[in-house]
């Protein structure tokens, strides 16, 4: 699958937006990437009493596209997984859909600002972000903002 996501650092959302939004937790370990991939990842996400584990695998193809392999997998695959990480994040991310996207913001515990997600059919497609989202700057294609070089300087391995 080929994942083509703009990425805004952002200021902090407004209170009316969070309290709109879903809201799901998340933990993201990071391992070392099989050969001809960039990132390696098993996530846990929780949404009220609904969890999911997911192990997915990066590429980067250009700008902000890559090809992404994702798959859920059970949570003893996943604990399995853990014992090879190499750096652990976490986020709480609100999901909101917003003029035909689903806007995404992540807030991590360690930033002050936040990054906003936008999921695109192709890269030259339009969108439109809100006037209440303050946009400090774009990041799509900074790699000091891939959660995993997020992970990598504050996250942890636990």
């Known amino acids: 699958m080929t994942e083509c996501e703009k990425k805004f650092l952002i200021s902090p959302p407004p209170e009316s937006f969070l309290k709109a939004a879903e809201k799901i937790?998340?933990?993201?370990?990071?391992?070392?990437?099989?050969?001809?991939?960039?990132?390696?990842?098993?996530?846990?996400?929780?949404?009220?009493?609904?969890?999911?584990?997911?192990?997915?695998?990066?590429?980067?193809?250009?700008?902000?596209?890559?090809?992404?392999?994702?798959?859920?997998?059970?949570?003893?695959?996943?604990?399995a997984l853990l014992k090879n990480r190499i750096s652990v994040i976490e986020k709480t991310r609100y999901v909101l859909p917003h003029g035909g996207h689903v806007l995404e913001i992540d807030v991590y515990p360690f930033m002050r600002e936040a990054v906003l997600e936008i999921e695109l059919s192709r890269e030259d497609e339009s969108y439109v972000i809100p006037d209440w989202i303050n946009v400090i700057k774009d990041v799509s294609s900074d790699p000091e903002y891939t959660n995993a070089r997020l992970a990598e300087k504050y996250g942890s391995v636990k």
């Open 25 to 79: 937790r998340i933990t993201q370990s990071y391992l070392a990437p099989p050969e001809g991939f960039d990132t390696a990842r098993v996530r846990f996400s929780s949404c009220g009493d609904k969890a999911e584990y997911t192990h997915t695998l990066k590429r980067f193809v250009s700008g902000f596209t890559r090809v992404e392999e994702e798959a859920r997998i059970t949570p003893s695959e996943y604990e």
